[in-house]
Structures are given as C-alpha cells and as structure tokens.
C-alpha cells in the first residue's frame, strides 16, 4: 500500500522541482534539471529526495526519448556510457560513508569553475573540442557518481560536451540518451539498498502527472530559443546550480 506524503508545504516544494525537472530534459540539457532534487529536499531528507525524484526521472527520460530518439551525438554518448556506469557502481560502493555534504560542495565547486573557465576560453575565440574517450571516459564516470548520489550529473556531462559547442538539438539529446541510462541503471542499486519506501513511491507516483506537462514546456521553450542564447541560458543555470549547492554544502558540514 502506497502512502504519499500528504504535507502541504511539501508540494509547495515539489510541484515546481519537478515541472524543473521535465522543463530541463525537455530543452535544456537537464541543466536546471539539478534544482528539482535539492529543492525537495527544504522540505525532506536529501536521500528521500532523490528516492522520490528517480521514478519520476525515469518516466520524464521515456518521454524524452520519444521527442529526441534520433537526435544525439552517438561518438560521444558511446564515450560516456562506460564511464556512467562506472560512476554509478563506485556510488553505490561508497554509499555508506561518503558525505552528501561534500558531494555537494564538489559538484558545485565543478559547475562554478568550469563555467567561468569555458566562459574565459570563449571569449578567446578557441576552437569547439571534439570527441574524447578520455575525458568522456572521465566526466561521464563523475556524472554517474555525482547522479547516483544526488540526481547532480549534469556539471560533469556540460564540463565534456559544451565546449564542443554542438548544435543545441544534439546537445539535449545526447543528454537525455546519457541519463536514459544512467537513471534506469540506478534503479537497480536503489532497489538493493532500500531507497524505495511506500511513502516515496506513493509521493513519486502522486507527482508523476506533472512530468508530461514539464518535458512539454521544455520541448517548447528549446524550439523557441536560438542558439546563442540557449547556452546562454544554459550557463546561468549551471551558475545558480552550482552557487546552490555549495550553499547547501558548507551549511550542512558547518552544522555538524
């Protein structure tokens, strides 16, 4: 028997975090896609965060895949799939003692740093990078960990894929193959260590008609955005995710 979370004030929390959510995979890359799981979690523990964010996650990549099935970079998606799944079991190896606090203050230290880093190299004219299986092989392994503990894998795919300054339809798309994977592969360990309650299934399952409704918006938006300023946009929101988490990050290891 599913039993949902009945607190008001929690869905005033998670009925944006998802519509995020869906908005992200839809059209931008999953880059505010990050917000959803920590801002759920001002109103929940941040591991029932993430339980109840991964069904939800999964459906939203099922839709995504309808609208971008054919859209993706396949040289760099079969860099990146080894390293995810790689991330992910290094994830679940070290669930018990590593620090959500720390995961956090290093995803945002990434997210921060590469953007003024790339912003830099951008205003220098540099080329646009190419295909790498090494440092796809490297970004796409941290994404599958920093994924696997926090739903905070798209710093790590960008740092790869956006200074390759792809066309922005195969930039979403490669993304929404990439966490196609990543989340469906994450079920497992999730199930195995007992992420999955009746009150954060019951929650998902409440919260998973507003997926549609967010990758439609998304899909909407990214026909509607040129280029420019797509990544534009697309490096506010890494700005803002990373600036958040490293909030959350010092805040949690100052309160300890």
Not at 227 to 248: C, Q, S, T
């Amino acid at each position: 028997m599913f039993e949902p979370i009945i607190d008001p004030i929690f869905y005033l929390a998670a009925i944006p975090a998802v519509l995020i959510a869906g908005i992200g995979k839809g059209g931008f890359g999953g880059s505010i896609g990050m917000l959803a799981t920590p801002l759920i979690a001002l109103t929940t523990s941040p591991l029932q965060a993430a339980a109840i964010m991964l069904p939800i996650l999964c459906a939203m990549d099922i839709m995504g895949l309808l609208a971008y099935r054919t859209k993706a970079s396949w040289p760099n998606l079969l860099r990146m799939a080894p390293g995810a799944v790689a991330g992910i079991v290094i994830g679940t190896l070290t669930f018990d003692v590593m620090s959500e606090d720390f995961i956090r203050i290093l995803i945002g230290g990434i997210a921060i740093g590469f953007t003024i880093s790339n912003l830099i190299k951008s205003s220098r004219n540099k080329k646009p990078a190419g295909p790498s299986w090494v440092k796809g092989s490297i970004w796409s392994c941290v994404s599958g960990f920093t994924s696997f503990v926090a739903h905070a894998g798209g710093p790590p795919v960008q740092v790869y894929l956006l200074p390759q300054r792809i066309d922005k339809t195969l930039y979403v798309g490669t993304t929404v193959w990439f966490f196609f994977l990543v989340n469906y592969v994450k079920l497992i360990p999730y199930g195995f260590l007992g992420q999955f309650s009746t009150s954060s299934l019951g929650t998902s399952l409440a919260l998973a008609p507003l997926a549609p409704l967010g990758i439609w918006l998304g899909f909407k938006l990214h026909h509607r955005v040129n280029e420019v300023l797509f990544y534009r946009i697309i490096y506010v929101f890494l700005i803002l995710a990373g600036a958040k988490l490293l909030f959350d990050g010092f805040s949690g290891l100052l309160a300890n």
